[in-house]
């Protein structure tokens, strides 16, 4: 009779070439990588920028190129920065794919080939052995395996596959790993109509929903671009009517009032400060795939997380052993006990001498850290025989010459070990209830025996020797050290953790108590979510810490209800099966290093290092982030009141400009550096993880700010407009006047800039700033043709020192009328 892996005839090559030419390539659905092309007309099409291009064009047609070139120049130096910014995030994703292309190996023609993955077709006969990856959906032909299906199902555990089998036990799936066996299998689906495949495609019909600032921006685009607008047509018809201007004059004021209105630095800031806060979390292991998700998850009110290799480290370790009169957990115990010797010895010599299967590889793993230097470990044996797994018995048996006989050991499900003990029925039972004990806590049950069996022949089963009971050894998938830390931190913090898995809740509730989660409730099982209503799932998940059994389209909808309940989700994971739920959550988090292609790239955020102790840093990032927003979003407004003011006062009284156009994008070279360098670099302030999520419809450009930074720049622009006023009166010539009140107008901006700090950032940066802005105003004064250019006049002396002088009032009046904010509003 042939091995279970000898070669059918399979497809021929022909066949082969016509069928991936019907069916495509045997690719997963992915999401495409954007080109620079894309990436570039995302920043242009931003509406502040179009709005601001516009506006150099409009002063190109009607004033001077000269200074319609320096407006233009900033424009496009912001959409530079911006583009820049998002294609080194883009590239960093690219770089992230360091998995090679997954390869299979089957049969055409009578002759076994190893072909890349996409090349699997319909009907090709795929050879299956340990530590293959499956390409494609198949039917077991022949043989039998164990399978790690946790990618795709959430199950850390082996799932057993044979031929004959109708259903999912006689089918393996794309993307499941073979612990165990060989097998032939013929492929039924690939590429998207996989299971896996599947999933992927619900992915489109997750609605990824916009980030609380992104929302907030738009609506502030909206409104000051309506405000704008008829605050620059009231203007050219007060200019060219009432103070009796020339149209083209009158134009170019309602431009540069336009101008003073918009502010167009809310792009930038939002673009350094979420691209910055993104490549801070990169050097900790975070790669930020979409920029606002690291806004967004300062945010969150609820983390939705995987169990496995998200909460645990999908390996296998041997956590308890148990013999009659003796019961060890491992973790807690200073060394092995002679009584667990022999039930340790025997464990290690039923496994392979190169085990794949990861209770396996823990099983040796721990006999040679444990039986190191005793007599009971026996590195050079060779078994003369091995009876393997098989439908009817659960159990392996390795066979060891020994004397003129024959040593025994083996291991398996508890109940396969059991039976083959032959034990009284009272004993029997009481075992079975021990070992349904530990299984009860989450642990994965190995039973162990021994026995001897006399003379050179072997019998042909199992069944046939004499076996003695050892005892069970219990592996588990351990916690991640850092996770019980990550959660408290998450509580502290105001975040709500919530366990969905597709484990059997006995293992989710045992991983939850060690986590450091409320497991005294009963898990929401996987078959309530499919049969409650609406309501009644609402009423159930509000006290709900664990959700198991889970299959990815109830994943969805716990997400989606949650976020129906006022919820800001965050959803952990690393498996196919978590894909639609990272869409849809405002933030998705995969694992980097096991996690799919599909859940990195449907993720807002990847782990590059898996650790969830990482999550901790984002929600920290995203709330220093938004902090340094608001302290940014009040110093944009509060500079916007003294240039505003400064431009609509001469039409309002009949004076010369006082402010043109290239003034204002002038002061956009100072505020974009004190906004970027100085503000974003603020430190967080304390108490910053000790406090509630902010409500979700909270924006850093709301009310709150404006009203402050209204505040805040009328101090500036009351002694600035009364020293212009001054000027005036005096007889300056209007230059003259431009000349005194623009340098002292760019030395009480700084002022703002140290009113909006916390005091918490960078020392060297607010320096370098604050001298550059010096620098600029001395060339204004001291360099004729930048003067000129400018339309400045010369400054005398005492014009000079009054500048400084209403300069230093503003500050003096800003320090002491500063606002006293509590904690976590940007104070």
């Known amino acids: 009779m042939p091995s279970s892996t000898e070669p059918r005839g399979g497809l021929t090559q022909a066949e082969a070439s016509a069928r991936l030419q019907a069916d495509g390539p045997n690719l997963m659905p992915s999401a495409r990588p954007r080109t620079a092309l894309n990436l570039f007309w995302e920043v242009v099409s931003e509406p502040m920028l179009l709005l601001l291009v516009g506006a150099g064009g409009i002063y190109l047609l009607l004033g001077d190129p000269a200074e319609a070139a320096i407006m233009l120049v900033f424009v496009w130096l912001i959409i530079g920065i911006t583009f820049f910014q998002s294609r080194r995030t883009q590239r960093a994703l690219e770089k992230l794919r360091d998995l090679s292309a997954p390869r299979a190996r089957v049969v055409r023609g009578g002759e076994a ?57 006689g089918e393996v799936h794309a993307g499941t790993l073979v612990a165990k066996g060989t097998a032939q299998a013929e492929v039924m689906a690939t590429g998207e109509r996989t299971r896996m495949g599947r999933i992927g495609r619900t992915l489109a019909e997750a609605r990824t929903p916009p980030s609380p600032l992104q929302a907030a921006s738009r609506r502030l685009v909206r409104v000051w671009a309506s405000v704008g607008f008829l605050v620059a047509m009231g203007a050219v018809l007060i200019s060219w009517k009432w103070a009796d201007r020339a149209l083209l004059p009158s134009l170019l004021s309602g431009l540069a009032l336009a101008m ?65 009169g003796l019961r060890l957990e491992v973790a807690e115990a200073t060394g092995l006990p002679e009584e667990a010797h022999r039930l ?5 010599l039923a496994t392979p001498a190169d085990p794949f299967d990861p209770m396996e590889v823990a099983l040796r793993a721990f006999a040679l850290r444990t039986l190191d230097g005793t007599e009971h470990l026996h590195d050079g044996w060779k078994p003369t025989r091995a009876y393997e797994l098989t439908a009817d018995i659960l159990a392996m048996t390795l066979v060891y010459a020994e004397g003129g006989g024959h040593l025994l050991a083996t291991k398996g499900a508890p109940e396969a070990i059991l039976d083959l003990c032959h034990l009284d029925p009272g004993l029997h039972a009481g075992l079975q209830a ?67 898995t597709g484990d059997h809740p006995e293992t989710a509730l045992a991983i939850a108590r060690k986590a450091g989660l409320d497991a005294t409730l009963a898990p929401l099982m996987g078959e309530e979510v499919a049969s409650l209503d609406d309501a009644t799932l609402r ?34 994971g690393d498996g196919v099966n978590d894909a639609p739920s990272l869409k849809a959550a405002q933030v998705g988090v995969a694992m980097g290093a096991r996690g ?35 302290r940014s979003a009040r110093f944009i407004y509060a500079v916007h009141v003294p240039v505003l003011l400064l431009t609509l006062a001469p039409l309002l009284f009949r004076w010369p400009p006082l402010l043109l156009p290239p003034h204002i994008v002038l002061l956009e070279l100072l ?48 002694p600035l407009l009364a020293f212009a006023g001054l000027g005036g009166s005096l007889g300056w010539s209007e230059e003259g006047v431009r000349g005194a009140t623009f340098p002292a107008l760019i030395l009480s901006c700084y002022f703002l800039v140290l009113m909006a700090r916390s005091g918490g950032g960078r020392p060297n940066r607010l320096i370098a700033v604050l001298s550059g ?55």
């Open 113 to 169: 080939f190893r072909i890349p993955g996409q090349e699997v077709v319909r009907g090709d006969l795929l050879l299956l052995a340990e530590g293959d990856r499956v390409a494609a959906d198949a039917r077991v032909l022949e043989g039998l395996l164990q399978v790690d299906a946790s990618l795709l199902t959430g199950e850390s555990g082996l799932v057993l596959k044979r031929a004959g089998d109708e259903g999912d036990t």
């Open 260 to 324: 003073a209105l918009l502010p167009e630095e809310i792009p930038v800031v939002l673009s350094v400060f979420t691209a910055m806060g993104a490549w801070r979390m990169s050097a900790r292991g975070v790669l930020t795939r979409r920029i606002p998700a690291l806004e967004a998850l300062g945010s969150i009110t609820l983390l939705a997380v995987d169990k496995t290799g998200t909460l645990t480290q999908n390996r296998m370790e041997v956590a308890e052993l148990w013999t009659q």
């Open 344 to 348: 340790v010895e025997i464990s290690v």
């Open 434 to 500: 021990v070992a349904a004990e530990m299984a009860g806590r989450g642990l994965r049950v190995l039973g162990v025996a021994a026995g001897r069996h006399p003379g050179p022949d072997l019998p042909g089963s199992q069944h046939d020797f004499a076996f003695e009971f050892l005892g069970f050894v219990a592996l588990e998938d351990p916690l991640r050290p850092e996770v019980p830390e990550a959660i408290a931190a998450c509580r502290s913090a105001g975040i709500r953790v919530l366990m969905m």
């Open 539 to 572: 009423a159930r998940l509000a006290s709900a810490t664990v959700c198991a059994r889970l299959r990815p389209e109830q994943k969805l909808r716990l997400v989606t209800t949650l976020q129906a309940l006022g919820e800001v989700v965050g959803m952990t």
């Open 596 to 630: 799919t292609d599909v859940a990195r790239e449907t993720a807002d955020l990847v782990l590059l290092d898996d650790s969830f102790g990482s999550l901790v840093e984002g929600v920290r990032m995203g709330r220093r982030v938004y902090d340094n927003l608001v």
């Open 671 to 718: 505020i974009d550096p004190a906004c970027s360098l100085v503000l974003e670099a603020e430190e967080a302030g304390p108490g910053l993880m000790d406090r509630p999520p902010r409500p979700r419809d909270d924006n850093p450009f709301g009310a709150t700010a404006l009203w402050m930074g209204l505040r805040q720049g009328l101090f500036v622009a009351i």
């Open 773 to 827: 802005g010096v620098l600029l105003a001395g060339a204004l004064l001291m360099l004729g043709p930048i003067r000129n250019l400018l339309k400045l006049g010369p400054v005398a002396v005492p014009a000079l020192l009054g500048g400084v002088g209403t300069a230093l009032l503003a500050g003096v009046i800003l320090h002491f009328r500063k606002p006293r904010l509590p904690p976590g509003n940007g104070a």
